[in-house]
């Protein structure tokens, strides 16, 4: 069965920094474009950021843009995303999510997702 499997979520303090991970099943993951979608609390599933096969090619959500940052590890197979100056409207559930055509418009697959809260 295809998982992705985050980890990194918890509780911090406005103006911290965080770093999520996302390890992925199977070795097919390689070539597929992978990020992250977040939702908090009353709102709709939003994309945050996604990485090309490569790592050569990012995008990120107006929002986060110069405070998030993705990557990742192909040999491990497995995506980070880096936020820092953390907001308390970053506060949501963090989605792994890949597929072949991943981006603000949707994925193949999803993680079951990691809590981030940010207090104030």
């Known amino acids: 069965q295809v998982q992705l499997v985050e980890s990194g979520g918890e509780l911090v303090q406005a103006g911290d920094s965080l770093r999520l991970s996302c390890a992925a099943s199977?070795?097919?993951?390689?070539?597929?474009?992978m990020g992250w979608f977040r939702q908090a609390p009353g709102k709709e599933r939003e994309f945050v950021a996604s990485i090309d096969w490569s790592g050569d090619i990012t995008e990120y959500a107006d929002s986060v843009k110069g405070r998030f940052f993705i990557s990742r590890d192909s040999p491990i197979i497995t995506v980070f995303l880096q936020m820092n100056s953390l907001k308390p409207e970053d506060t949501a559930v963090y989605y792994c999510?890949?597929?072949?055509?991943?981006?603000?418009?949707?994925?193949?697959?999803w993680g079951q997702g990691t809590q981030v809260t940010v207090s104030s």
């Open positions: 999510a890949a597929g072949s055509n991943m981006g603000p418009s949707g994925a193949d697959y």
């Open positions: 199977e070795r097919t993951f390689i070539n597929y474009v």
